[in-house]
Nanobody, 123 residues
């Protein structure tokens, strides 16, 4: 299974980006997919998850109302990011796991990861 992100870039404060993640290979059982980010000198954190029978969504508090996670089947994942702020600057990774979806799952629970796409927000 391979996950490949695209669609990062550099924008000014208040701008928008829509990274995407294309998944190839056997995606059977991919019930939980999500976006994570890692800023320089910081740990990797969950940004948004989508999964479960009803495609429930979960967000970290700082992006609620600003970012929207969506997917088209288990092979295409998106993150609409609006009103970007400097503190959103980070490498963004998509990830997937076979199993239930719940906010707060340890990073190690996500078996499959992409290589990341850089998002830089400047003034």
């Amino acid at each position: 299974v391979d996950l490949v992100e695209a669609g990062g870039g550099s924008v000014q404060v208040g701008g928008s980006l829509r990274p995407s993640c294309e998944v190839s290979g056997n995606t059977a059982g991919f019930f939980c997919m999500g976006w994570f980010r890692q800023a320089p000198g910081k740990g990797r954190e969950a940004v948004a998850l989508i999964g479960g029978a009803d495609d429930a969504t979960y967000y970290t508090d700082s992006v609620k109302g600003l970012f929207t996670v969506s997917k088209r089947d288990a092979k295409n994942l998106y993150l609409q990011m609006d009103t970007l702020q400097v503190q959103d600057t980070a490498m963004y990774y998509c990830a997937a796991r076979r199993g239930f979806c719940s906010w707060g799952l340890p990073l190690a629970e996500f078996t499959y990861w992409g290589q990341g796409t850089q998002v830089t927000v400047g003034v």
